[in-house]
């Protein structure tokens, strides 16, 4: 059964920061791409940032880059969203998604091909 399960959210000033973990079971990272999407309320889900280890491919949504980045440590199954200089507009869930094999950059805007979804994990940026 595949199964991701993420933690690490919580209450942050603006500029501060906070990892994300997405534990991953029922699969290897070499086989998956994962990605990190939010939903902040009133808007629409959006995809942050996907990796795909098995050929180090990586892709951050504009809003984000230069300030999250995503690894991967495969030894342990899990993926993590670092995320520097948070601002309110980071405020959402946000998910830990999986899709068999490769991402590339235009899966950030597609939801559908993500096949499987963890709970999600609530960061709020406080001004």
């Known amino acids: 059964e595949v199964q991701l399960v993420e933690s690490g959210g919580g209450l942050v000033q603006a500029g501060g920061s906070l990892r994300l973990s997405c534990v991953a079971s029922?699969?290897?990272?070499?086989?998956?791409?994962i990605g990190w999407f939010r939903h902040a309320p009133g808007k629409e889900r959006e995809g942050v940032s996907c990796i795909s280890s098995s050929v180090g491919s990586i892709y951050y949504a504009d809003s984000v880059k230069g300030r999250f980045t995503i690894s991967s440590d495969n030894a342990k199954n899990t993926v993590y969203l670092q995320m520097n200089s948070l601002k309110p507009e980071d405020t959402g869930i946000y998910y830990c998604?999986?899709?068999?094999?490769?991402?590339?950059?235009?899966?950030?805007?597609?939801?559908?091909?993500?096949?499987?979804w963890g709970q999600g994990t609530q960061v709020t940026v406080s001004s």
């Open positions: 998604v999986a899709q068999r094999g490769t991402a590339t950059e235009q899966s950030l805007g597609i939801m559908w091909v993500w096949d499987y």
């Open positions: 029922g699969f290897t990272l070499d086989d998956y791409a």
